[in-house]
């Protein structure tokens, strides 16, 4: 009747290892080197997505259709701008949160719409050869290159163990015993 049951298993050393070390949102970053690499494009990332995915891909367009110049306010590109520009916010919720996988393809279809969004504008300015617009959010497809190299980063040496281990689970050891 008296009996103390522990509900916690982990040994207190391990606790205090975990406190210990630091990590930006999630624990899985890689290790050594890549740890490192991936933090600081994390935080160039959330720097650039601020830059170019809040302040000029979400108040940019919206400021150029409030401006209702007669033919960018009526075209949607705009909008697919502004789409664009909330996925890339959304994936860098998402690397955050360690999906580099899922964050590194929602990305990817963000790119996509940055280029719809570009070739859209091309055609309302093929008479302008130079266009401020251009450099607004062409910078959003570096956040995408910096999402892919996280994810490789983080995920290449798993995928590198995983294969060494099927390829040495696969292959016959020379030093079992055949006396059996």
């Not at 009526?74 to 789409?83: G, R």
């Not at 130079?130 to 607004?136: R, Y």
């Amino acid at each position: 009747m008296g009996k103390n049951v522990k509900l916690n298993s982990k040994i207190p050393s391990q606790k205090k290892e975990e406190k210990e070390s630091f990590f930006f949102f999630v624990r899985d970053q890689g290790e050594g080197a890549a740890r490192v690499a991936v933090i600081i494009l994390k935080v160039l990332e959330l720097i650039m997505t601020t830059i170019f995915g809040v302040v000029l891909g979400i108040f940019g367009p919206l400021v150029i259709r409030g401006l209702d110049i007669q033919d960018v306010s009526a075209d949607p590109s705009s909008i697919y701008w502004i789409v664009t520009s909330a996925l890339y916010i959304i994936g860098l919720f998402i690397l955050m949160l360690g999906h580099s996988r899922i964050a590194a393809t929602i990305h990817i279809i963000a790119a996509v719409g940055t280029f719809v969004t570009h070739f859209a504008y091309l055609k309302i300015f093929r008479d302008q050869q130079e266009n401020g617009l251009m450099g607004l959010y062409m910078p959003c497809l570096f956040i995408t290159v910096m999402t892919i190299v996280i994810m490789l980063l983080i995920n290449l040496p798993k995928w590198i163990d995983k294969r060494v281990q099927k390829a040495n689970e696969q292959a016959p050891s020379i030093l079992e015993d055949s006396n059996d």
